[in-house]
């Protein structure tokens, strides 16, 4: 008998039909004698939608109320799982993220969890009753609702995982498992038997929205033993290991991110303070940042470019054009038509020429690359978006990804 988290996600509970077939599979779990603990997403959709009412009736973000208003999507699906539960027979009971004391520090729309209270969960578990518990929502150290992010709820489930000492946390979800590439998007990618929590964390911060990159900083550092699984279908998924010492393969996944812009200063003066002066007041927006590259010309100017999600572009340039004034720089420009593409693995670090295979992969293909950045384990490009999915398949194939390919590896 062991203790097991699982976590349903957006499209698992999507309508009432889900939410009986979630139950029914819940209840084969705790036949088998497990102790299992719920997380459950608001229904698919609903959290957009919620964004979105609250967007309509105020042109500011107020961010403490929106939280109240987001946790609410989670709040239906917690009740109606539970209740489908309890129809069948089975024990159940449902928690608000506060009423397990899942509490996270302030920052609204994007809190992070710091203690989670194990007590009312051990006693339910103790007697046999499954607690349901609201992902991707806490409480602050004033009472305070808060929400960790868009894909939250895999956060939470990992944390109530931790707490529990669970033997295995599973993101039961709309996939069987994680795939070299969003099978959604690259028809041949293949499931992988595992991945480690480095890459995971790698592809998921780089855009693959299976696992939040939250969940998976913090599966990796409490050791929690993280699965990821259909909802739908019975198969072992992809299990997120701590690294073996088994044959690497070079590149094992890639990751693309849509929805990306870019921003060009020109002509600014070469001179020390320059990349603060820019990048300080996006910084204090707060708009994030991810490549930055700087041109130095031979006369004594140089061209800023930095890239920010496209969400941000507008915003970051209406902010950039009085320091464009004060700096002198010649022009400020920008495209919010870019996308990145990344590819990442451990078994770079044993292999010299991973950039170049890339790299004339993309140029057989008449792919220009705008920007490049590198790590240790990965390489991202950033290319024109409508090449974005051109570069994700020639990436896929050039490094043996797809179905066939790379008998025998995990
Ligand atoms: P949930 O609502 O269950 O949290 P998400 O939509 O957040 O589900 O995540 C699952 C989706 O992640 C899949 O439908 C798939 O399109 C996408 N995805 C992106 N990259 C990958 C990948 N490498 N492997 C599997 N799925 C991926
Ligand atoms: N409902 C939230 C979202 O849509 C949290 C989650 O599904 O993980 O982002
Ligand atoms: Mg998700």
């Given at each position: 008998m062991g203790t097991v988290v699982h976590k349903y996600g957006g499209t698992s509970v999507g309508s009432t039909e889900r939410i009986k077939a979630v139950a029914d599979r819940v209840v084969r779990q705790c036949?088998?004698?497990?102790?299992?603990?719920?997380?459950?997403?608001a229904m698919g959709g609903e959290t957009d939608r919620l964004t979105a009412l609250g967007r309509d009736?105020?042109?500011?973000?107020?961010?403490?109320?929106?939280?109240?208003?987001?946790?609410?999507?989670?709040?239906?699906t917690i009740a109606l799982l539970s209740m489908a539960l309890i129809?069948?027979?089975?024990?159940?009971?449902?928690?608000?993220?506060?009423?397990?004391?899942?509490?996270?520090?302030?920052?609204?729309?994007?809190?992070?969890?710091?203690?989670?209270?194990?007590?009312?969960?051990?006693?339910?578990?103790?007697?046999?009753?499954?607690p349901v518990i609201a992902g991707f929502q806490g409480i602050d150290e004033s009472g305070n609702v808060t929400t960790l992010g868009r894909g939250g709820s895999d956060t939470t489930a990992v944390a109530i995982a931790a707490a529990l000492e669970a033997d295995e946390c599973q993101i039961?979800?709309?996939?069987?498992?994680?795939?070299?590439?969003?099978?959604?998007?690259?028809?041949?990618?293949?499931?992988?038997?595992?991945?480690?929590?480095?890459?995971?964390?790698?592809?998921?911060?780089?855009?693959?929205?299976?696992?939040?990159?939250?969940?998976?900083?913090?599966?990796?550092?409490y050791r929690v033993p993280l699965r990821v699984l259909?909802?739908?279908?019975?198969?072992?998924?992809?299990?997120?290991?701590?690294?073996?010492?088994?044959e690497q393969p070079v590149v094992s996944?890639?990751?693309h991110t849509p929805d990306e812009a870019k921003i060009t200063m020109a002509g600014v003066p070469d001179v020390p303070g320059v990349a603060s002066r820019i990048?300080?007041?996006?910084?204090?927006?707060?708009?994030?940042?991810?490549?930055?590259?700087?041109?130095?010309?031979?006369?004594?100017?140089?061209?800023?470019?930095?890239?920010?999600?496209?969400?941000d572009y507008e915003r970051a340039l209406e902010i950039l054009e009085p320091v464009r004034l004060d700096l002198g720089a010649r022009e400020l420009s920008g495209d919010n038509k870019i996308a990145k593409v990344s590819v990442v693995g451990v078994g770079?670090?044993?292999?010299?020429?991973?950039?170049?295979?890339?790299?004339?992969?993309?140029?057989?293909?008449?792919?220009?690359?705008?920007?490049?950045?590198?790590?240790?384990?990965?390489?991202?490009?950033?290319v024109a978006e409508r090449y974005m999915e051109l570069a994700l398949r020639c990436a896929h194939t050039e490094f043996g990804l797809g179905e066939g390919a790379g008998e025998g590896r995990t």
């Open positions: 036949a088998n004698g497990d102790r299992v603990a719920v997380v459950v997403s009736v105020a042109d500011r973000s107020i961010p403490r109320e929106m939280d109240v208003l987001l946790a609410s999507g989670e709040q239906v129809q069948r027979g089975q024990r159940a009971r449902s928690y608000l993220g506060g009423q397990v004391h899942i509490r996270t520090n302030d920052h609204h729309g994007r809190a992070r969890i710091e203690e989670v209270s194990t007590e009312r969960l051990h006693k339910d578990l103790d007697q046999g009753i499954v039961c979800t709309d996939v069987d498992g994680v795939y070299t590439a969003d099978p959604r998007v690259v028809e041949d990618a293949r499931r992988l038997d595992q991945v480690t929590f480095e890459e995971m964390l790698e592809l998921a911060s780089l855009g693959s929205k299976v696992l939040a990159s939250r969940s998976v900083e913090f599966a990796g550092k259909s909802t739908f279908e019975d198969g072992p998924g992809t299990l997120i290991t701590v690294e073996t010492n088994m996944g890639i990751a990048l300080g007041p996006i910084g204090r927006a707060p708009i994030e940042v991810d490549m930055i590259v700087q041109n130095t010309g031979g006369d004594g100017l140089t061209d800023f470019t930095f890239t920010v999600k496209r969400d770079m670090r044993s292999h010299a020429g991973v950039a170049t295979r890339l790299f004339d992969a993309l140029a057989a293909e008449n792919i220009n690359i705008q920007m490049i950045s590198t790590s240790e384990i990965k390489i991202s490009v950033v």
